[in-house]
Each structure stands twice: as structure tokens, then as C-alpha cells.
């Protein structure tokens, strides 16, 4: 079950940072933010958000969406048109590979009370738990400024180096830490035994992420100047997750000041807090919509959902995007917007001036069959992305000169390129739940696609996989035998070795003459670069393609 995230607002502070707005207007602009209201009391409100507007998630940044909404004017202006002074400070980082991106900045003059710090841990958490995939691909840590004596330099050390680590009064080793402490244990799993991930000054580690700060730059009531720290597995999302947090800042008037990043020859500033430019026509916005807007309108309703529009003509928009605003990626992005702020329930419906009758798809009749036997054995579905990494896809499998279908313009390295089989998902599955209780079963059934001399082949393929302490070929054999047999497959195995399996402990799923899967144990050099302790079996087939592809299977 997925949480939705769900904050607390003061209702004193709310409408103080909001003004000239009653309730009952409040919460009618609430649902046309996506969102529902799960109670109010007297003195606060709970919403339930959508996880793609992370810039929600503060009682600052809610407050600002509001505001724009109802004075239908944008806020970037306050972020865009101030100068960001560099700091003086340089952060070097120094062989980091196993969270190899970072963005800073510095806060100064910031005022701070209970209920503050409140809610900068509480939205600290919060993107940890959305954008930063539970600190796996972003993790936050937020310092004392005059706690730190530069030079501040990013690196990788051995875990027998110590801190004192927030919460506790004595010195542990990083080891220790990830045995003893309650984070340790949580998020040991996101980090490498032999090499831990650290910034340090002068007076040694003052952060360990994404596990947990030191005890000597806690932020209490007292403190005026921020160090903020971001590391991760995602350039991207690390540089926007810091832009969410700063637009915080800048609304209680707190002082950014940039930090240089150095790393070998290559210098940047951080952060980045200029926005971004995204080009909409006129007419997709009403193709879409539905709608006969005019550009003065669009660009009315754009200002009201924090947009600036710096040009335009008769046929198009040049959109200024808030860099704070994660989730807009694309012109639709910003089309939904102004759907938003048009008012769903202005949209007039229209029944299709067409007649059809409906019936399930033999492909989806099949792979419900293929999911009841697959469940009945004891396996649970998972659901992973189609977009993955290259580097999934061929390097740690074992695999090299691999054809892949790739994104012209990928907006990250994890996403760049469609996935041509869904095994090494199930083993970077499997990698971030090696705190769960073994056997673990799962299966997935989902589209993959692989390119030819002339087009692109796409088709849908059933995985499995099994890790436990005590498997075998075998096992995964049972499981290929069953479906072969309850499901009228009419496949047969070969003998065929495999690089992403031991050697003779594999084979080429057949139909006909044509080779669609392939099943057995995975190589250990395999399971360790997913960080894997367990011995795993894995099978995966294609069950559908418009005609049969040879060597569709890696």
C-alpha cells in the first residue's frame, strides 16, 4: 500500500501567511490542488497531496500556491530577480562513487522557532520519503553554518572512522552506527561496507548521508546561518529537491548565498535557481482541453499557478518555470496546470460521437491466467518502471554491446533507456529489500522493446524470480514446468549458457525455433554488483509480440 503524503497545518499560521481568504474558499481550493482534506479541528488542518508536488509540502510553499491561485499573480519574480552571492565556501568532493551527486547552498539571517524547525524536519522527511525514493535517490542534511570550519570536502572513507551522531552523546565508529542506530539499521542497506559516504571540515565527519548528521552542527532556535547538503544517485533530483527547500527560505526571508562544488577539474555553483523555459502552442492547449482560450487567458491562468510568461504571440507561450516546481516536465505538465486553474468543474464533458462494444483483449485474458498461477505459487507482482539505466540493463548483468532503445533527451541517467528484460529490475527489487524475511518471490509481467534495422520491437514479457538461501535450478525449473503446463505454452527448454547466469545452470526458453526466454541461476558476480546476499533463480519470457523475433532474450 502506497502512503500518500499527508501534512499538518497550523490554522493560525496558515491564514496568516495566506490572508484575504475565508475557509470554505480554502478548502474548495484544496480539491482543485489535488488534494483532500482528511480532518479539521480548531486549531489545524490534515491534507492528503499528490506525491508530484513536493513544493506542497510546506506550510510556506502551500501558503505561496494559495496566494498565487487567488491573486492570480506569480511569485517567481521574488526568487528569479535577487542576486544569490557566493559564500566564499568551496565543497570538494574527493572519489565519491556510491552517491556521486551533490548541491549546496547557505542560508543566512534565517529566524528560527519550534514550530519552524517543525516544519523543515517535516518537509525534510517528507521529500526524503517522495523525490528522494525513502533517501535512496536524495537524502538532505541541514547544519549549523558557524558549527563548520572549512574547507568542507565530500569523500568516501573507511567505517571505522568516527562521529558523534545526532541523538547520541558518545563517539561511534560509522560502523557502529549502522549497527547500533536506529537510522543505521534502517538505511545501512543504501550505503557500502567497505566505503561510507561523508563530508568533513577541519574538525572532522559532520555528516554521514544518507544516514544521519553529527551532533555538533544541530540546528536549534539559536541558530542564524544554514549549511545545506544534498547528496543522491539522480543529478537532477538532488539540484530540485534543493530548489524546493531554499524557495522556504526565501519566503521567510532568509539570505542564499551559492557554495562552489569542485570536482577534479570541474566547477559549479550551486545552487541553480534559475528557471526553466518550456515553448506551449495555443493549440494544444485547446486541442487538449477541449477549450477555446485565447493567449491573454492562458497566460492569466498560468500566473495563477506560479508561472511567469515571458513572451508571447498569437500561436504560443514561452513559459517560465519556477525552479522549485519538480513535477513539470513536459508542455502538458504545464497544459494541466492551466486545466487546473481554469476550473475542472468548468469543463463541459462531451459524449464521443462514437458506437463501440467492448470485450478483453486475448493478450489480457492470457496474462491473467499467467498472474493466477503465478500467485497460486506462492509469487507476489511487482510493478517497476519500464524507463531504467543502461548500466542495469547490460553492465552489471554481465552483458556488454547491448541494443537498446534509447530517450533522446533523458532527464536522467536511471532513466535513459527502455528496458529490453525485466530481470535486473527484479534484482534491484530484490537489492532494496534484503531487510525483508527470505524466501522472497516476485514476478512482473510488463512491456519490453529492443530495436531492429528498421523500427522498434515492442512486446510483453512474464519475469520471475526467487531468492532464498537453499535454491536452485531446479526450483526456477518447477516454476517455468507449471506455467508450461497449466497454460498450454507448448515451449521446451535447451541447454544454453547465458553471462548473467552460472555456466550450465541455465537455459533458452524455445517455441518453434524461435528463442523467447531464458531461465536459471544468476551469477554470483551478478548478485553482488546488485549488492544481493542470497542466492536468486530467475526466469523470463516474451509471451507476446505482433510476430516472432529471434534472439528476443539478451
Known amino acids: 500500500m502506497i502512503n500518500m503524503p499527508t501534512v499538518v497545518f497550523n490554522k493560525r499560521a496558515l491564514f496568516s501567511l495566506i490572508k484575504d481568504i475565508n475557509e470554505s474558499l480554502l478548502l474548495e481550493i484544496i480539491k482543485d490542488f489535488k488534494g483532500e482534506i482528511k480532518s479539521i479541528s480548531e486549531d489545524e488542518i490534515t491534507i492528503e497531496l499528490e506525491p508530484d508536488r513536493p513544493d506542497l509540502f510546506s506550510i510556506f510553499g502551500f501558503s505561496r500556491a494559495i496566494r498565487s491561485y487567488i491573486n492570480a499573480t506569480s511569485c517567481l519574480h521574488k526568487i528569479i530577480k535577487r542576486e544569490i552571492p557566493y559564500s566564499g565556501i568551496t565543497v570538494e568532493i574527493i572519489q565519491a562513487k556510491i552517491r556521486p551527486f551533490i548541491a549546496c547552498a547557505i542560508v543566512k539571517n534565517v529566524n528560527l522557532n519550534y514550530d519552524t524547525i517543525k ?55 560509522l560502523e557502529e552506527i549502522l549497527k547500533k542506530h536506529e537510522k543505521g539499521i534502517k538505511y545501512a542497506h543504501l550505503v557500502g561496507d ?14 554521514f548521508p544518507p544516514i544521519i548528521n553529527s551532533s555538533r552542527t544541530k540546528v536549534t532556535i539559536d541558530t542564524k546561518n544554514l549549511f545545506i547538503e544534498l547528496t543522491g544517485t539522480d543529478k537532477r533530483s538532488v539540484e530540485q529537491t534543493l530548489n524546493v527547500m531554499l524557495a522556504d527560505f526565501i519566503d521567510m526571508d532568509g539570505i542564499i548565498e551559492s557554495v562552489q562544488i569542485r570536482n577534479n577539474n570541474l566547477t559549479v555553483i550551486s545552487p541553480d535557481l534559475h528557471p526553466r523555459r518550456i515553448t506551449v502552442d495555443l493549440k494544444s492547449i485547446n486541442d487538449l482541453l477541449g477549450l477555446n482560450l485565447q493567449i491573454d487567458a492562458v497566460a492569466s491562468l498560468l500566473q495563477k499557478m506560479m508561472y511567469e510568461v515571458e513572451t508571447a504571440s498569437n500561436s504560443e507561450l514561452k513559459v517560465l518555470v519556477p525552479p522549485y516546481r519538480v513535477d513539470v516536465l513536459h508542455k502538458v505538465d504545464i497544459i494541466e496546470d492551466v486545466a487546473i486553474a481554469y476550473g475542472y468543474n468548468n469543463l463541459k464533458p462531451e459524449l464521443p460521437n462514437i458506437a463501440t462494444i467492448g470485450r478483453e483483449a486475448e493478450m489480457e485474458r492470457k496474462e491473467s491466467r499467467i498472474r493466477e498461477a503465478l500467485i497460486g505459487l506462492g509469487f507476489q507482482e511487482v510493478l517497476t518502471f519500464t524507463l531504467t539505466s543502461e548500466r542495469k540493463q547490460s553492465q552489471l548483468m554481465n552483458l556488454v554491446n547491448v541494443e537498446l532503445v534509447r530517450i533522446e533527451n533523458p532527464i536522467s541517467d536511471e532513466h535513459c533507456v527502455y528496458r529490453r528484460w525485466i530481470i535486473p529490475n527484479l534484482l534491484d527489487f ?57 497454460l498450454c505454452l507448448n515451449t521446451k527448454l535447451i541447454r544454453k549458457n547465458h553471462s548473467s547466469f552460472i555456466q550450465g545452470r541455465s537455459a533458452a526458453i524455445m517455441l518453434d525455433d524461435y528463442e523467447i526466454g531464458v531461465l536459471g541461476e544468476i551469477h554470483p558476480s551478478i548478485l553482488n554488483n546488485f549488492n544481493i546476499g542470497v542466492p536468486v533463480v530467475a526466469l523470463e519470457f516474451i509471451h507476446y509480440y505482433p510476430k516472432y523475433c529471434n534472439s528476443v532474450i539478451l
Open 194 to 207: 567497505q566505503l561510507c559516504p561523508v563530508y568533513i571540515d577541519k574538525i572532522g565527519i559532520f555528516s
Open 119 to 173: 516544519d523543515l524536519m517535516n518537509l525534510q522527511e517528507m521529500l526524503h520519503n517522495t523525490v528522494g525514493r525513502d533517501r535512496k535517490k536524495v537524502a538532505i542534511g541541514i547544519h549549523d553554518l558557524d558549527r563548520i570550519s572549512p574547507p568542507i570536502i565530500y569523500t568516501e572513507v573507511s567505517p571505522k572512522l568516527k562521529m558523534i551522531p545526532l541523538g547520541i552523546h558518545e563517539e561511534l565508529s
Open 430 to 486: 530484490l537489492s532494496l529489500n534484503k531487510h525483508r524475511k527470505y524466501p522472497q518471490k516476485i514476478f512482473e509481467i510488463g512491456y519490453v522493446s529492443y530495436p531492429t534495422d528498421i523500427n522498434i520491437v515492442v512486446g510483453r514479457a512474464v519475469s520471475a524470480a526467487i531468492a532464498s538461501s537453499d535454491i536452485s535450478f531446479a526450483d526456477i525449473k518447477g516454476v517455468y514446468e507449471t506455467l508450461n503446463r497449466l
